[in-house]
Each structure stands twice: as C-alpha cells, then as structure tokens.
C-alpha cells in the first residue's frame, strides 16, 4: 500500500519553503533585512531486500527541513539625508538594549528622543562607548549613547597659538614692521583681535611684538622678544615654544590671557622662516573659541559621535560599538530586525568599528534588505511545483488505495 505520509511531509516541507519566500518577499524593503533560506534532508529509509550483488535495496519515506540558514550578504548602502542614519559597511551589528537586554541588529534607521538618546525606530538604546569631549574610551563599559542636544558649549580661553610664514630676508634694517593680527579668545569667550609685529633690527634678525587694541587691557608681559635665523633661512632661535605671554585687567573682566606660542613642529623644525621674499603669513592657529549653541551631529568611519556647535567647534560624545559572532547564522532572530546570541552564534564580542575584522560606519546612509526579487521569484516557482508535485501523488496514492478498496470487495 502507499504511504500516504511521504507526500505530505513533502507538501509539510514546501509549505514551510513557501512561508520563507514569501516573508522574504515581504522584507523586501525592509532595512537591514538579511534573506532566509529554507534546506531541505531526506527522512529515514527502510530496507526492503537485497541486490544479487548483495547491496541494499532501499525506500525512502520523504522529506523535511533541515535547517533555514540567514544570508548575511551585503545589502546595497544607499545615502540618506538625515544624520541619525547608520549603516555598516563590512561585518558586525549595532549593540541595542532594551530594558537590560541587549540585542544585535544591522537596521541603522536610529533616531533621537527628547533627551538626546540615539534610539531604535521601536525605542531601544544604541549601544557605544563614552567620551571626554575629544576622545572616545573604547576599553570602558558600554553606556547609552547620547548627543547633548540644546546645549551651550562654553567659552575656551586661548592658551596656545602658531604662526605659519616667511619674514622678507631682504628687507632693509629698520625698514617698515611686517604686522598681522589674529583673533583670539579671552576667559568669557570674548574675541580680541591681537597685533603680531615683526622689525628686523639686523641680518638675519627680527624683533616681535604682541598688542591688543588700545583700552581693552591695563597690563601686559612677555609680549616682545627676538627671532634669529640661521644663514640657510630657518630658525635658530628661541630653540623652543615661548610661553608666558599675557595680557591682564582686562576691561570685559575675564582672567589675564595667558598664551605660548607654539614656535615649533612637532619635528622641532621652525615655523616661520626668512627668505627673499614679501614677508607673509601663510597659516596661523590659536585654540580658543566662543561660546557655542548645539547645531547638530556626525558620525565618522570609526563610529566617532561629533556634536558640532554654532562657533565651528565639534566635541566628540561617544562612539558606535560594532558586535560580531563567530558563527552569524547560528544568531536567534528576536523581530523588529534584532539578533540575540545562542550556542550556536558563540559569544558575543563587542569592539570598535574598523578593528577586529568588523566593518565601518557609513553616516547618513542606510543598508538596504540583501533580497534579491529575481532569485526570489525562481524559488517560488520551484517550490511551488514541488507543492503540486506532492499534492498530486496524494492523489495518485488515493486512486490506488480506492481501487485496491474496490478488487477486495
């Protein structure tokens, strides 16, 4: 008699390869969405006689699913406009938690809360490492990322500046002083625009001079001073930074401004330097800033969280921690996007983006699902005539059992 139960577990078998298609399918425009593949392994087989060469002879009895194994290809990165979107561009996953719970995901589509928290579109917390406003601590705990929206950045003091030119080697003794200014910065945040002086007073060398505008300060030191230039142009001395450069009682009522200046690379190599040409400042950098309102954010290669401010200053928050696994298939989809580690997945190792064979973030961007239509609809073809090929040998097994039936009566 036929087995009725080998072509149901083949209809059993497609039905659930039919649900796997079609809910890739379904996830076709879902971010971050990774496709599903339904495999498929014979059932046990009996023996029924032997060949003349003495091998088994042997009937199957149908089939079932082995395994549906995540595709974690990917997924097409396509640029967005807003900068709360993230996509991964390599391996790893977003760190989320909920409630305590931490779980993985691919889906970048982030936003912010009311208090500044990046967030998953269904509220969990994206996961990172803290920050001390230039640095991202990436051997510290995993904390909340947050980016400090509607705050003031406070003023800075300027503490330290450079100045990047050339003095005019063939300028006459005691010929009209090269003079540039350049603003900077006191306690309050207030801006002062200070005159840099330089008058060559022999070969090879040149007395400076530093001012603020007349009335903003009572006192000053260390403001004036000698450069000396070897015959080949570059600076022989100072043979270091000068510091102790300051101004006081200033009428705003800010602290003295204290400042050095920065004579050197970090080579030791002079930045300004004499030659025969118009004397000129090519660059020149000082380190304070005014007080800033909050603007906005950005996100690096790194996972580096920027906020940046009104007075052109960025601060940096925290930074994105990517998670891997040794074995991604073996992860437990959890919905909404969400992975959790099983004993198939291994541990769970947690680090920076770029490290450790995990990918890099790409800012205002989003991976698309790694669905591919054409592949899709192929399958669905394939298991659907598999469906109607079962559905018909039941209907050939219950001819014959009808007709058998009818010769026993």
Same mark, same amino acid.
Not at 250 to 269: E, F, P, V, Y
Not at 378 to 397: G, H, P, W
């Given at each position: 008699m036929?087995a009725?139960?080998i072509?149901?577990?083949?209809?059993?078998?497609?039905?659930?390869?039919?649900?796997?298609?079609?809910?890739?399918?379904a996830?076709?425009?879902?971010?971050?969405?990774?496709?599903?593949?339904?495999?498929?392994?014979?059932?046990?087989?009996?023996?029924?006689g032997?060949t003349?060469?003495?091998?088994?002879?042997?009937v199957?009895?149908g089939? &079932?699913?082995?395994?549906?194994?995540?595709?974690?290809?990917?997924?097409?990165?396509?640029?967005?406009n807003s900068a709360?979107?993230?996509?991964?561009?390599?391996?790893g996953?977003f760190v989320?938690?909920?409630? =305590?719970?931490q779980?993985?995901t691919?889906?970048?589509?982030?936003?912010?809360?009311?208090?500044?928290?990046?967030i998953?579109?269904?509220g969990?917390?994206?996961?990172?490492?803290?920050?001390?406003?230039?640095?991202a601590?990436?051997?510290s705990?995993?904390?909340?990322?947050k980016?400090?929206?509607?705050?003031?950045q406070?003023?800075?003091?300027?503490?330290?500046?450079?100045?990047?030119?050339?003095?005019?080697?063939?300028?006459a003794?005691?010929?009209t002083?090269?003079? &540039?200014?350049?603003?900077?910065?006191d306690?309050?945040?207030?801006?002062h625009?200070?005159?840099?002086?330089?008058?060559?007073? !022999?070969?090879?060398?040149?007395?400076y001079?530093f001012? #603020?505008?007349?009335?903003?300060?009572a006192?000053?030191?260390?403001?004036? =001073?000698? #450069?000396?230039f070897?015959?080949?142009?570059?600076l022989?001395s100072?043979?270091?930074?000068?510091?102790?450069?300051?101004?006081?009682?200033?009428?705003?009522?800010s602290?003295? %401004?204290a400042?050095t200046?920065?004579?050197?690379?970090?080579?030791?190599?002079g930045l300004?330097?004499?030659?025969a040409?118009?004397?000129?400042?090519n660059?020149s /950098?000082?380190?304070?800033?005014?007080?800033?309102?909050?603007?906005?954010?950005s996100?690096?290669?790194?996972?580096?969280?920027?906020?940046k401010?009104?007075n052109?200053?960025?601060?940096?928050?925290g930074?994105?921690a990517?998670?891997?696994?040794?074995?991604?298939?073996?992860? /437990?989809?959890?919905?909404?996007?969400?992975?959790?580690?099983?004993?198939?997945?291994?541990?769970?190792?947690?680090?920076?983006?770029?490290?450790?064979? &995990?990918g890099? %973030?790409?800012g205002? !961007?989003l991976?698309?699902?790694?669905v591919?239509?054409?592949?899709?609809?192929?399958?669905l %073809?394939?298991?659907q005539r598999?469906f109607?090929?079962?559905?018909?040998?039941v209907t050939?097994?219950?001819?014959?059992?009808?007709?058998?039936i009818?010769?026993? &009566?």
């Amino acid at each position: 008699m036929p087995a009725f139960s080998i072509p149901l577990t083949g209809l059993a078998a497609n039905s659930v390869a039919l649900n796997t298609i079609g809910n890739n399918l379904a996830n076709l425009n879902t971010t971050g969405y990774k496709k599903e593949n339904a495999n498929f392994a014979d059932l046990y087989y009996e023996n029924i006689g032997t060949t003349g060469s003495n091998s088994p002879v042997q009937v199957g009895f149908g089939t &079932r699913v082995s395994s549906i194994d995540t595709d974690f290809v990917q997924g097409n990165i396509d640029p967005t406009n807003s900068a709360t979107d993230m996509a991964i561009n390599g391996n790893g996953f977003f760190v989320v938690q909920n409630r =305590g719970v931490q779980q993985l995901t691919r889906t970048g589509n982030f936003s912010l809360d009311a208090g500044g928290n990046l967030i998953t579109s269904d509220g969990q917390n994206v996961m990172g490492y803290p920050a001390n406003g230039t640095s991202a601590n990436t051997n510290s705990s995993l904390v909340l990322l947050k980016v400090p929206v509607g705050s003031t950045q406070t003023p800075h003091a300027t503490s330290n500046f450079s100045i990047t030119g050339g003095l005019d080697s063939s300028a006459a003794v005691g010929s009209t002083p090269f003079s &540039r200014t350049q603003a900077m910065y006191d306690s309050l945040g207030q801006e002062h625009e200070v005159t840099m002086t330089f008058t060559k007073t !022999a070969a090879n060398q040149w007395n400076y001079s530093f001012s #603020l505008p007349s009335g903003e300060n009572a006192t000053s030191a260390n403001t004036t =001073g000698t #450069l000396t230039f070897n015959t080949d142009g570059t600076l022989a001395s100072p043979s270091s930074n000068i510091s102790g450069i300051s101004f006081g009682g200033m009428t705003d009522g800010s602290a003295d %401004i204290a400042l050095t200046w920065q004579l050197r690379d970090s080579a030791g190599k002079g930045l300004i330097t004499q030659g025969a040409s118009t004397s000129s400042v090519n660059a020149s /950098t000082q380190d304070g800033y005014a007080a800033g309102n909050y603007t906005g954010f950005s996100v690096d290669a790194n996972g580096v969280l920027s906020a940046k401010y009104s007075n052109n200053q960025t601060e940096v928050v925290g930074e994105i921690a990517l998670a891997t696994v040794a074995n991604p298939s073996g992860l /437990t989809r959890n919905g909404e996007n969400t992975y959790v580690a099983s004993s198939a997945s291994g541990l769970v190792t947690i680090g920076a983006a770029n490290t450790g064979g &995990r990918g890099q %973030i790409v800012g205002s !961007a989003l991976e698309g699902s790694n669905v591919d239509i054409s592949t899709e609809f192929a399958d669905l %073809i394939v298991a659907q005539r598999s469906f109607e090929a079962n559905s018909k040998t039941v209907t050939a097994f219950d001819t014959i059992t009808q007709d058998t039936i009818s010769m026993l &009566r």
